[in-house]
């Protein structure tokens, strides 16, 4: 069984968008590339035949890992949240004491992590590190680039 996945309304609904995709639209083309490629001829040497089957395993597999997902999501709303404490949903603002630099991130399941939007993984080392610290409190996390101090200035919706 799956774990329960925490996720924002809109996480969820890029989810479900993303799933019916597949199930529509998705194996649609792949099962007319796999057609296309029938077409031409003997199975056992083509290889347009054999990267399409390929393909359709990825999303096949893709389709199930979402179906799952959303299986065993929770929707959260951001307004019940509880801001005594670093929680899934919950904006940070920490101090890398490191190299004396602010950084702001919302901690997410990692369906929705998105480094770039400074949305990360509470799956990942860092939002390990900081669920259920309080503000003012500091942990030490081990990265790939190294030992982090890192102490939570502000908890935030």
Do not use: C, W
């Amino acid at each position: 069984m799956s774990k329960v996945q925490y996720l924002t309304q809109e996480g969820y609904d890029k989810l479900d968008a993303e799933l019916k995709d597949l199930k529509t639209r998705g194996r649609r083309d792949i099962a007319e590339e796999i057609a296309e490629a029938r077409a031409k001829g003997d199975l056992s040497e083509n290889a347009e035949y054999d990267a399409a089957k390929e393909a359709q395993g990825h999303m096949e597999d893709r389709i199930t890992k979402l179906e799952d997902a959303l299986a065993n999501a929770r929707v959260l709303d951001k307004t019940e949240l509880d801001l005594s404490k670093v929680r899934v949903l919950t904006t940070v603002t920490i101090l890398n004491k490191n190299v004396g630099k602010e950084m702001k991130y919302t901690l997410v399941s990692a369906n929705e992590a998105d480094f770039a939007e400074g949305k990360i993984s509470v799956d990942s080392p860092i939002g390990k590190a900081l669920m259920g610290l309080e503000i003012g409190e500091t942990v030490e996390v081990e990265v790939p680039a190294g030992k982090l101090e890192l102490e939570v200035k502000n908890i935030e919706i």
